[in-house]
């Protein structure tokens, strides 16, 4: 029907809805540019130490996509070794008047602290993650149902002044996508349902990455034992 024979009503409709449909594709496209720069930092990394990036970028692009994040975690498991690497990414307690003397939590571009974890088969938690992770399916820890001191808990392993609580607010959910070699976790007081589609596409995204690390660190030590 031709403009001119539309009632008022009719455009403001028709307005509404091209205006849906562009924030719809502005947020598709917003998400799409995020994953793709967490995937380039997956696929830039060439050791372990790199992950503390990945886990950064992770952080900072979730965030830019969605309110109430507190935190992320990126997990990756050495078989060959028998460790979990663990990567907590959250705002740096400095931001607060927080200090810390762990060299473990280390800032990265002066907003984001990265603390790392390594679990081996003497700790409880490497035995309860394998086993989560094993079931292949998204898992979450609830801080008002399950047994919760990780705001005393982060401050212990990191040697912080003091207990930050703002972590870790009462009603916290961590919503855990696993993938292949580990996984890809979100702090967030949204609800699951809205998130773990677009966790799964960040956590494909380091997979993406690790794999090529993986890759690279055979073709590295082969070089190696070929000359030696």
């Known amino acids: 029907m031709p403009d001119e ?6 455009l403001l409709s028709e307005v509404h809805d091209l205006r849906q449909r562009l924030e719809q594709a502005e947020q598709t496209t917003s998400r799409q540019m995020a994953v793709d720069r967490v995937r380039a930092e997956a696929l830039a990394m060439r050791s372990f130490d790199d992950l503390r990036h990945v886990a950064a970028s992770l952080f900072r692009e979730i965030r830019s996509l969605r309110g109430a994040v507190f935190g992320c975690n990126l997990a990756v498991i050495d078989k060959r070794a028998e460790r979990i690497h663990d990567y907590a990414a959250k705002r740096s307690p400095r931001l607060k008047g927080i200090g810390w003397t762990s060299p473990d939590l280390v800032e990265i571009d002066g907003d984001i602290a990265i603390g790392y974890r390594e679990y081996d088969p003497s700790h409880p938690n490497y035995a309860t993650y394998l086993s989560q992770w094993g079931r292949g399916e998204v898992w979450t820890i609830d801080s008002r149902t399950d ?4 705001p005393r808990g982060f401050a212990e392993d990191f040697d912080l002044s003091q207990v930050d609580e703002d972590y870790f607010p009462p009603e916290l959910e961590i919503i855990i996508v696993p993938f292949e070699h580990g996984s890809v976790s979100l702090h967030t007081t949204g609800g699951r349902d809205d998130v773990v589609d677009l966790v ?4 494909e995204a380091v997979h993406l990455g690790y794999v090529r690390f993986l890759d690279f660190r055979r073709v590295t030590e082969g070089q190696r034992l070929q000359i030696e």
Request: charged share 50%; glycine share 0%; no cysteine.
């Open 200 to 203: 799964r596409d960040f956590a």
């Open 147 to 150: 047994d919760w001191d990780r």
């Open 5 to 10: 024979n539309k009632t008022r009503a009719q």
